[in-house]
């Protein structure tokens, strides 16, 4: 398992921009896939991004493709999330998650590493 810390998230009007940065410690971050889920009030955690262990392959929810925008640099153990386009219902707490298979996959048990999460408000 790797430890995540997610940076970046709060307080955005519709329509505007934040960039989420999650750092992972270890020598072993490029071997994992990386994800980023988000829960919002009273909802289950669901699947936003993720990005192989290259960050040759991405995949995004259809909720926020288009807008959304997940890549990595192994360089600096860091994975971001460049949220453009927000919207209200884009309002949730937004985790960082590392899977050590090598298959991306959208699935939460998949990923056996996680951030405590950050916030991220978009106010209409």
């Known amino acids: 398992q790797v430890q995540l810390v997610e940076s970046g998230g709060g307080l955005v009007q519709t329509g505007g921009s934040l960039r989420l940065s999650c750092v992972a410690s270890?020598?072993?971050?490029?071997?994992?896939?990386m994800g980023w889920f988000r829960q919002a009030p009273g909802k289950e955690r669901e699947f936003v991004a993720a990005?192989?262990?290259?960050?040759?392959?991405?995949y995004y929810a259809d909720s926020v493709k288009g807008r959304f925008t997940i890549s990595r640099d192994n360089a600096k153990n860091t994975v971001y999330l460049q949220m453009n386009s927000l919207k209200p219902e884009d309002t949730a707490v937004y985790y960082c998650?590392?899977?050590?298979?090598?298959?991306?996959?959208?699935?939460?048990?998949?990923?056996?590493?996680w951030g405590q999460g950050t916030q991220v408000t978009v106010s209409s």
């Open positions: 990005i192989s262990w290259s960050g040759g392959s991405t």
């Open positions: 998650a590392a899977s050590p298979i090598r298959m991306v996959s959208t699935t939460r048990g998949a990923y056996d590493s």
């Open positions: 270890g020598r072993t971050f490029r071997s994992y896939v």
